[in-house]
């Protein structure tokens, strides 16, 4: 059934002994449906997360009041209002984040960026912590081997060779990143759509990429036959099933070593001098080895290097 404009998301209609549901948009709501169509940024799994956030808080935004909203209607009252609401509602600080960080891209969309502060704590929203509890990283364990699906090991193997996300290092295409002397990531494969360059600089990250060229020729590291939810389904079953849990530290580990490559000493959370007990000259070297690692993970602040590599 198609789209019609109305007072609520959905809406019943009798038909007979049978309820059928009639599905209704605010005009806000068809705003954002045509916005996440046309702007298709992100993963997929990041275009359905924003589409649906945005189509709540267009009935958010008409619950409070605010009614016949259009995008380019966006004020600070409207933001403030569903803060407040989200408050109310129990909602945590790290789902509000997530929350916000939709706005933002609706203000950016309409080109009211500015609406939005770019600090959450002027919203009220805790900042997060960055500070690391222990070390985290964890190197391949044995019982990858042991996995029955070569394309998952693989995965995992470039996980750690090139500090890449679950979700990465299955839609890669080895064919298309391989430039060389470097690694270049589509959008289409990354967290926020964003580009980026890996260096490749070991043997054993060619020899990574080698294997993975072997498998997914032309395509990804993902079976033509099977979609990545398909394919993420049997990655988390055959890990689970190998002893295996999330193995979010093969990326802690990339980054430890990458800046024990880059300032010749550990970090922090590897055992290493601590921030505040550097001298000036060694400071400097950190803060730039943490630039270049936090662009190599995908990450937009350096501040966020703490989760690896500690204060």
């Not at 924003?50 to 709540?56: F, M």
């Not at 298309?176 to 967290?191: E, I, Y």
């Not at 990804?220 to 849990?245: D, F, M, N």
């Not at 990326?251 to 550097?278: D, F, V």
């Amino acid at each position: 059934m198609p789209w019609a404009f109305g007072r609520s998301v959905t809406d019943s209609v009798q038909i007979g002994n049978y309820t059928y549901q009639k599905l209704l948009m605010n005009k806000l709501g068809y705003d954002f449906m045509q916005m996440c169509r046309r702007n298709r940024d992100g993963s997929q799994t990041t275009q359905y997360q924003r589409s649906r956030s945005l189509r709540a808080m267009s009935n958010e935004l008409q619950t409070l009041g605010y009614r016949n909203l259009r995008a380019e209607s966006l004020k600070p009252k409207h933001v403030e209002a569903l803060v407040d609401h989200w408050r109310q509602g129990g909602v945590s600080d790290a789902t509000l984040k997530n929350r916000l960080a939709h706005v933002r891209w609706w203000a950016e969309k309409v080109g009211k960026s500015s609406v939005v502060p770019r600090d959450n704590s002027a919203l009220g929203v805790a900042d997060r912590s960055y500070a690391t509890q222990g070390n985290k990283a964890q190197e391949l364990d044995p019982r990858v081997t042991s996995i029955p699906d070569e394309r998952i090991q693989v995965s995992l193997v470039l996980q750690r060779e090139f500090g890449l996300r679950r979700e990465e290092s299955m839609k890669i295409k080895p064919a298309s990143a391989d430039q060389g002397d470097r690694l270049v990531l589509q959008g289409s494969w990354t967290k926020g759509g964003r580009e980026r360059d890996i260096p490749i600089r070991t043997e054993t990250q060619r020899a990574a990429l080698d294997r993975a060229h072997r498998l997914a020729g032309p395509g990804s590291l993902i079976p033509a036959e099977k979609s990545y939810a398909q394919h993420l389904k049997r990655y988390e079953y055959l890990l689970g099933q190998a002893g295996l849990s999330r193995m979010h530290g093969l990326r802690h580990a990339y980054a430890q070593a990458r800046y024990l490559e880059l300032t010749g000493r550990a970090p922090a959370a590897a055992g290493g001098i601590a921030s505040r007990e550097l001298t000036p000259e060694q400071r400097t070297v950190d803060h730039e080895a943490r630039l270049v690692i936090s662009r190599e993970l995908g990450h937009e602040r350096e501040q966020i290097t703490m989760i690896y590599l500690g204060r």
